[in-house]
């Protein structure tokens, strides 16, 4: 990907968290009140509670957004990682996956696991790249949600 720029979350860029992601929510399944939650109040929902988010900027435009949110002393969610329709199929989920990744472990984290769903195949194919691997997933996580993945840092 050429001019990529991963770049880390501040509140001018809060508005392109929310509109990309509930784009992709929206577009494939209905948001549900977590989903409203995290991306109307990131500061508040993943922020505050020590997560954090990135977006990736190609040629001047964000393009696509990645969070995390610590579920435990070693463990962290990736969550949130959506990109512009017309910005897919050129390395921005793969460039997201691999920075968040790389921001977990700097911040201690050995593992880290997804929710996603089958309907989902391209990002299931990133996910695979990225070195995650389906797991066991645990009833009621997500209403969305029939697939878990997880990887070591």
């Known amino acids: 990907m050429s001019s990529v720029e991963i770049i880390p979350f501040s509140s001018d ?6 509109s990309i992601n509930k784009a992709w929510v929206s577009h494939y399944f209905s948001l549900e009140p977590f989903d409203i939650d995290q991306l109307e109040h990131p500061e508040e929902t993943i922020l ?9 900027k190609l040629e001047n435009e964000i393009i696509g957004t990645v969070g995390l949110i610590p579920k435990g002393e070693l463990t962290c969610e990736m969550v949130k990682m959506g990109v512009n329709p017309a910005a897919q199929g050129k390395g921005a989920g793969q ?7 790389a921001v977990a472990k700097a911040m201690g984290y050995k593992r880290m696991v997804l929710y996603s769903s089958t309907k989902l ?5 990133v996910y695979e790249r990225l ?23």
């Open 121 to 125: 195949l391209p990002a299931l194919i």
């Open 95 to 101: 460039a997201l996956g691999n920075a968040i990744m």
């Open 48 to 56: 505050a509670k020590g997560g954090a988010i990135l977006f990736v």
């Open 13 to 18: 860029l809060k508005p392109y968290f929310e």
């Open 131 to 153: 070195g995650f691997q389906k797991v066991t997933l645990e009833c009621g996580a997500y209403g969305r949600c029939d697939i878990k993945m997880e990887r070591s840092l």
